[in-house]
């Protein structure tokens, strides 16, 4: 059984850091693609990073330069660093796992999902 959860989230003042963790079990992260999505509420989940197997990374327009996806193979864990946080990045942040070795910025492309974790920015 594949699991995925998150942890790291919690409270922070704008300009300030969070790093997020995402602890994989049932899943050898170097074999699939790994992404982080969010939800603020009221909105629709959106794709926040993805890396792929080739340690090749993409993110969205609104977190380039400020957020840094990366991932620990012998920890089997997947990271978002985020710097710079705005009242904006106020979301739940989900990770999720890939259908294959590649996936693009679609919820489709990823079959397993963490139960998220808080991000609140205050102003």
């Known amino acids: 059984q594949v699991q995925l959860v998150e942890s790291g989230g919690g409270l922070v003042q704008a300009g300030g850091s969070l790093r997020l963790s995402c602890a994989v079990s049932g899943r050898t992260i170097t074999n699939y693609a790994m992404g982080w999505f969010r939800q603020a509420p009221g909105d629709e989940r959106e794709f926040v990073a993805h890396?792929?197997?080739?340690?090749?990374?993409h993110y969205a327009p609104s977190v380039q330069g400020r957020f840094t996806i990366s991932r620990d193979n012998a920890k089997n864990t997947v990271y978002l660093q985020m710097y710079r946080l705005a009242p904006e990045d106020t979301a739940v942040y989900y990770c999720?796992?890939?259908?294959?070795?590649?996936?693009?910025?679609?919820?489709?492309?990823?079959?397993?999902w963490g139960r998220g974790t808080q991000v609140t920015v205050s102003s």
């Open positions: 999720a796992s890939g259908r294959s070795d590649y996936a693009n910025t679609m919820e489709w492309d990823y079959d397993y």
């Open positions: 890396i792929n197997y080739r340690a090749g990374t």
